[in-house]
C-alpha cells in the first residue's frame, strides 16, 4: 500500500487544471539537471537558441524490435535527429503466461524517469500520471517557434484538423492534454457479403445471427483481449454508472446488469464454431474478408506473424457499430416501438499513445517527433508498416475498394461521437485488466459461470484498490472522468 503522504497522487480537486508547473515541480530533480523547459517562457526562451540534432532523442516505446526498427528508418528519411529507442515487451505480442509478469514490473516506469518520449498504451496514462513521468503536451505553435531560428531541417508540421473528441477524451486528465494518440481502433460489427443485409439493432440479434450462421461467426476472445471484449459488450450495451460507484469506488460487477452481458457473450461464443475461439481482432477481420466467416466483430489489423500477406479473397465488408442490449419502451409501450438504447462506447485500453516525458531534455524536438508520429508528414509508412498504429489524422475515403480505407473513414465518424467511456485510468490498470481478461476467458471458453467470474474480478478489483490505496485511486478515477 502507498505511503499515506500519497505523493505520487494527481492535484488536488479545488485545482481546476493541471498547471505546467506543478507537474514541474513535481520532477524538480530530474528535469533541473535534464534543462527540460515545458513552459511558455521557457519555450519563447529556448527558441532564440539554435536547436541541437546531435543529442539523441530518447524514446522509450511498448514495440517490437521490427517496429522499432521502422520507425528508425522512417524517422530518418525525414529527420537529422537522432533516435534512441528502447523497448518494452508489447502486451499483445506476449504469451498469456507472461504478460503478468511484464506489466505488473515497474520497469515501464522506471525508464520513463530517463526518457524524451514516451510511447505506451493509453490505459497507463493515469498512472504515468500520478508517478509524475509526463507533462502536458506543448502546442502546435509553440513546437514551431522553438525551430524558428534553428539551422537544422525539420519535419514539416501541418495545420491539421482537432483531435477526434473520443480521442481528446482518452487522452486528458482533467482536461489537461497529456497524449498524442497513435492508434484509435474501435471494434466494428462487421459485416461479409451474404450478411450485409442483416439487421443487427441488439446483442440478442448478433446470437441469433452466429447461430443461423452454423456457427460462422467471431468476436475477440485471444489473451488480452477478451477483457477488452467484455467492457466493449458493457460499454454498447448499458447506461448505468461505469465499472464503479461513485463515492465507494466499489466494483459493480455483481450487479444483474453486468452479469447478464457476460452471459450474453458467453452464450454467443458458446453457438461460434470452435475454430473460431481465441482469435484476434485482425484475424477475425481476415477472416470476415476471406468469406470464411459471415460476420465477427474487430477491425483490419496487419498481421505481423509469419502469415503476413493478408485477406486472399474479394469479399466486400460492411462495417457497423457495435450492437446495443437495452431497450426502452414508448408512451405505448406497444412490441413495435421498442427501440434499442443510444449506446456509449470505449478505446482499445492498449491503443498506442506518445507523451513527452517529465525528464525531458529536448522539449522541442520531442514536440516535432510527437507531432509527426501522431500522422504528420512524412509518417505513412509508419501506419502502413506498424500493425499498432492506425492514421486517424488524415481523412479517408468511404468509397474506397481497400477495406482498410473504408474502415478508417467509418472510424472517423464513430470517434466524433460523444458517447464514450474512460478505459481503467487507475494506477495498476495493467493489474486490474489482467483478473479481468482471465476470468472473462474462464468464462467465455470455459466452465466458469457468469455470475461466478463477476463475483470474483470484483473481488479482485476490491483488493486492488486496497493495494494501490483506495483514496487515492477515487481521485486518480474522478479525474479522468473530469469529475474533479
Known sequence: MRSSSRAGDLPSSSTPRLARREWIAGAACVIASAGCRPDPQ????????????????????????????????????????????????????????????????????????????????????AEMVSRKRVMPLLASETVSAEFADADAEVPVLENRSAVP???????????EKLAKPLGGYLPSLMLGESSSDVSVPTWDDYTA?????????????????????????????LQTTWLFDRESLAPLLTQPEYVAVLQQMKDAVAKSSPEYHGLTPGEIYRAVANGELQAGIGFPQLDTGPEA?????????????????AVSSRATGTEDERRPLPHRAMVDPFMLVGSMAAS??????????????????????????????????????????????????????????????????????AEYYNVLDRKVRECVLGELSAEVACEQISEAWSKLHQKHDRASQKRMWRRARSIG
Do not use: H
Not at 493478408?310 to 442490449?325: A, R
Open 42 to 125: 521557457a519555450a519563447e526562451e529556448s527558441s532564440k537558441r539554435p536547436t541541437r540534432t546531435d543529442v539523441p532523442l530518447r524514446v522509450l516505446w511498448m514495440g517490437s524490435q521490427q517496429d522499432a526498427d521502422t520507425l528508425q528508418r522512417t524517422w530518418g528519411s525525414i529527420s537529422e535527429q537522432p533516435l534512441e529507442i528502447q523497448l518494452i515487451d508489447p502486451v499483445r505480442q506476449l504469451p498469456a503466461t507472461e504478460a503478468p509478469t511484464s506489466l505488473l514490473s515497474d520497469e515501464l516506469f522506471e525508464r520513463a524517469a530517463a526518457a524524451d518520449v514516451l510511447l505506451y498504451p493509453v490505459s497507463m496514462l
Open 309 to 325: 500477406d493478408g485477406p486472399s479473397g474479394d469479399t466486400v465488408i460492411t462495417f457497423k457499430e457495435l450492437p446495443g442490449s
Open 165 to 175: 473528441v473520443a480521442l481528446r477524451m482518452a487522452t486528458s486528465i482533467a482536461g
Open 360 to 429: 525531458c531534455r529536448q522539449t522541442a524536438a520531442a514536440g516535432v517527433f510527437l507531432e509527426w508520429i501522431g500522422g504528420g508528414q512524412g509518417s505513412e509508412p509508419l501506419y502502413r508498416n506498424i500493425s499498432s498504429l492506425v492514421n486517424v489524422a488524415t481523412p479517408a475515403s468511404e468509397s474506397s475498394t481497400d477495406m482498410a480505407e473504408r474502415y478508417r473513414a467509418w472510424l472517423s465518424t464513430q470517434l466524433s461521437s460523444p458517447g464514450f467511456v474512460p478505459t481503467l485510468q487507475l494506477a495498476g490498470a
Open 209 to 237: 445471427l452466429v447461430e443461423s450462421s452454423d456457427g460462422k461467426c467471431s468476436e475477440p476472445t485471444a489473451p488480452q483481449w477478451a477483457g477488452a471484449m467484455y467492457l466493449w459488450r458493457l460499454a454498447s450495451s
